[in-house]
């Protein structure tokens, strides 16, 4: 089902004509309300009325983190703190987090923009919406909450943890969607298992996972694991929190971005560049509706690449591809680069190990070492040493050929790798410190 048909369907003429109203009359208000957008808009020598359309959009100064923090907490709201209704902030692991504010009407519109997500992965009204992510200053327990609700679905606000309870609550209430991050899924999975129940007797259909990256063989497991769909989510709480693109349930491949709310854009993310649609770069993006929190050509650094190819569901918005990995996830491995989702492809095809792993970055003087671990199975935990041997040299020349880079791959017993309830941490990079 598309939700809001009228938008999600507007040929792209129309749309381009919207983006570009929009856009114009964003750009007057940042300029206007904001001290800091005006100073970098002067410093680059581009003024309101240089940006006519979305032809121009290039023309604007990118946003970073780094402006954000230097704005902390609320420098960048474009309207009196009075007329925001919600606060959000990232994990801010390092250092302070990064604020984002809401007014009404941007509640309004992220509730429509998750009902659209939820829509799109094949939720409905009458669907028991089990959501697992995190309640609190995170955007993705209340974002989903609210668009679950808009649906007219009937929300089961769990949050994450108490993985048991969590499950008895899914058997006895009869939940057919399941909202959380993809290594909790596969936590969820792995107890399901434990306590003996069988997921193809609850009534489960769908899971709409996103909030950290995941590979296309992760997927595969999932969805074999939990015997669902399991479907794509994306967004970052300085857009707008989750639902700024989710994939369809008819097409599978790749996610809408909901154009009619944000403009993307794919940069090559050394130069700034910006690159044609199917090219590989950093996601950049201007939200052209929000109140409170707007941002302008804001860097994600996220990678993937935008797919305007036509989609079998109707919907007229481009698509954006899974996300390979983020510029600052990148390891840089004896000067060849790795992204930990490309290790995770090839350890998920693997049918001997669990997808449970770490990765351990390290220096042995001037050489960076690479350690993955990783659980084995059950199975063939009771094998011979050789066998095991044989099973880590196999690892580690489809890791050698996939990415060219040697690496030791320690199997270790199953269930030692810590779990995940959220975003999971896998890489553990010790050269930093
Ligand atoms: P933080 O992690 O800093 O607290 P957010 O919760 O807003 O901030 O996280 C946003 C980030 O999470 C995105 O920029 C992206 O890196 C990652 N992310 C979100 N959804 C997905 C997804 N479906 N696939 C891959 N990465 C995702
Ligand atoms: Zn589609």
Same mark, same amino acid.
């Given at each position: ?21 929009? /856009?114009?009359?964003? *750009? ?17 020598? &581009? ?50 987090? +990064? ?54 679905? +009937? ?45 193809? =007797?609850?009534?489960?259909? *769908? ?31 300085? *857009? ?5 693109? !989710? ?65 079998? !569901?109707?919907? +007229? ?13 990148? /390891? ?8 930990? =989702?490309?290790?995770?492809? &090839? ?55 996939? /990415? ?6 320690? /199997? ?22």
């Amino acid at each position: 089902m598309i939700f809001n048909e009228e938008f999600e369907t507007l040929p792209r003429e129309a749309l381009e004509a919207l983006q570009s109203k929009r /856009l114009v009359s964003l *750009v007057q208000r940042v300029y206007d309300k904001v001290p800091y957008y005006r100073e970098q808009m002067d410093k680059a020598g &581009v003024g309101p009325t240089d940006i006519k359309g979305i032809a121009d959009l290039h023309k604007l100064p990118f946003t970073t983190k780094e402006d954000l923090r230097l704005n902390y907490p609320f420098g960048l709201f474009t309207v009196p703190l009075d007329e925001v209704v919600r606060i959000h902030a990232s994990s801010g692991t390092t250092g302070k987090p +990064t604020v984002v504010g809401y007014t009404q009407k941007d509640i309004e519109t992220w509730a429509e923009l998750m009902a659209r997500s939820l829509a799109c992965a094949g939720a409905h009204k009458g669907d028991m919406v089990h959501n697992a992510y995190g309640y609190g200053l995170f955007t993705g327990g209340l974002g989903a909450h609210y668009g679950a609700e808009r649906l007219g679905a +009937t929300v089961i606000p769990v949050s994450g943890g108490n993985t048991k309870r969590q499950i008895m609550l899914m058997q006895d209430f009869a939940s057919s969607v399941l909202l959380c991050t993809p290594s909790y899924a596969l936590n969820i999975a792995e107890v399901m298992g434990e306590m003996g129940v069988d997921p193809a =007797s609850l009534k489960l259909r *769908v899971g709409i996972f996103g909030a950290e990256p995941w590979s296309q063989n992760m997927k595969e497991e999932i969805e074999k694991k939990l015997k669902i769909k399991a479907l794509n989510i994306y967004g970052l709480s300085e *857009v707008i929190g989750p639902g700024v693109s !989710c994939e369809c349930i008819e097409g599978e491949k790749g996610l809408h971005v909901f154009e009619d709310h944000f403009i993307a854009e794919i940069i090559n993310p050394d130069t700034g560049e910006v690159l044609p649609p199917g090219e590989t770069g950093e996601l950049v993006f201007t939200t052209i509706t929000k109140e409170a929190f707007p941002v302008v050509r804001y860097r994600t650094k996220d990678l993937t690449r935008l797919m305007p190819e036509p989609c079998q !569901c109707g919907r +007229t918005f481009y698509r954006m591809d899974r996300i390979m990995g983020r510029t600052d996830d990148m /390891l840089i491995i004896r000067g060849v680069n790795v992204f930990p =989702s490309q290790i995770e492809h &090839v350890l998920m095809g693997v049918e001997e190990v669990e997808p449970h792993y770490i990765i351990i970055v390290d220096r042995d003087g001037t050489l960076d070492t690479l350690e993955v671990q990783v659980e084995i199975n059950e199975n063939i935990f009771s094998d011979e040493i050789k066998v095991l041997e044989g099973l880590s040299k196999r690892i580690q020349g489809e890791i050698k050929d996939l /990415l060219g880079v040697s690496c030791k791959v320690k /199997l270790v017993e199953p269930k030692t790798i810590q779990r995940s309830e959220g975003k999971a941490k896998r890489v553990i990079d010790n050269r930093k410190l």
